[in-house]
């Protein structure tokens, strides 16, 4: 059985144009090509969903640049270990990027690895930021709620006199510590 050779273009709005891409990928001979006018920061892209359902193990996907087919270096990648995984090449014309190559999987090593720097970097100032927070004297996580306050707040709402927004400015307690107190009361009571 033959490869399919699918192209894949897509322009980010309505009002630009994909002829550019297109003349580029009929020059590879593409068998079918699905075209797409939406941002690439939208997680759900049709055209690019029928395009995966359609691959089968041997086919090609050849795009005009990386920056068309992923949202961020995470989903690029993503969508490469997907396509490597079914046994489907991709080609990226202007990077010069074909999976099939030891030049193609090396360029694949140095994405994966710029991305883990990417988390990793991530994770990393997350920490320093809380380190400096508790230096200045400030703790993560939800603020320490007054056992008085919830108690009195438990005891009106009990009492069915009370809208739950008379309660929250009474005591200070947002609406959902509230609730979620009200809820772990009516669980220990069972």
């Known amino acids: 059985m033959s490869s399919y050779i699918y192209g894949y273009a897509r322009v980010s709005t309505r009002q630009q144009e994909l002829d550019r891409q297109l003349d580029l990928l009929k020059e590879y001979n593409c068998n079918e090509i699905l075209t797409e006018k ?14 995966k359902d359609k691959l089968r193990p041997g086919d090609v996907v050849i795009v005009e640049s990386f920056s068309r087919l992923g949202r961020s270096t995470k989903d690029l990648i993503d969508l490469v270990n ?17 999976m099939s190559t030891p030049q193609g999987k090396l360029m694949m090593t140095v994405f994966q690895a710029f ?63 509230l609730y979620r107190y009200v809820e772990k009361e009516k669980i220990e009571t069972r």
Not at 38 to 51: A, Q, V
Not at 156 to 174: A, C, D, F, H
Request: no cysteine.
């Open 38 to 51: 939406m941002s690439g920061t939208k997680s759900d892209r049709p055209e690019l969903n029928r395009l």
């Open 82 to 98: 997907y396509f490597e995984e079914i046994n489907v090449k991709l080609i990226s014309i202007k990077e010069k990027f074909d």
């Open 115 to 177: 991305s883990q720097f990417e988390r990793d970097l991530i994770v990393q100032r997350t920490k320093e930021g809380l380190k400096s927070a508790r230096a200045r004297g400030r703790k993560g996580g939800r603020p320490q709620v007054n056992e008085k306050e919830i108690r009195k707040a438990i005891n009106l709402y009990k009492t069915e006199q009370y809208s739950v927004k008379e309660i929250v400015e009474m005591t200070g307690i947002s609406r959902a510590t």
